[in-house]
């Protein structure tokens, strides 16, 4: 249902831009969001969207450094991560919900549907 890219190897400091491309139905009139999962712990929300209201929720972990964009003729959402961190290594996943209003948390628990993941590994 997604097709996630943008992941890979990149140095403390740099810069990626996951993408992830729906397939089969459209990200309009979903709440979408970025989560990732480092092995051995849970998956965690890094940053959500919603329709209506259009609201979007980051970590405090990546405020001012992650931004989450949706491109509606391509059927898209990106995550920009600047100034990335070592602690930002992880598996990162798209994922979505057949709601339009955000759910009470960024939290996996809300969304049914998900992408494969993409790595990203930040080096210090």
């Known amino acids: 249902q997604f097709v996630e890219s943008g992941g890979g190897l990149v140095q403390a400091g740099g810069t990626l831009t996951l993408s992830c491309e729906a397939s089969?139905?459209?990200?309009?009139?979903?709440?979408i969001g970025w989560f990732r999962q480092v092995l051995g712990k849970e998956r965690e929300g890094v940053s959500c969207?919603?329709?209506?209201?259009?609201?979007?929720i980051y970590a405090d972990s990546v405020k001012g450094r992650f931004t989450i964009s949706r491109d509606s003729a391509k059927n898209t959402i990106y995550l920009k991560m600047n100034n990335l961190k070592p602690e930002d290594t992880a598996d990162y996943y798209c994922?979505?919900?057949?709601?339009?209003?955000?759910?009470?948390?960024?939290?996996?628990?809300?969304?049914?549907?998900w992408g494969q993941g993409t790595r990203v590994n930040v080096s210090s």
């Open positions: 994922g979505k919900e057949w709601i339009i209003t955000m759910p009470p948390a960024c939290d996996p628990v809300y969304f049914r549907y």
């Open positions: 089969v139905f459209s990200l309009d009139d979903s709440v």
């Open positions: 969207m919603s329709v209506r209201p259009a609201k979007i």
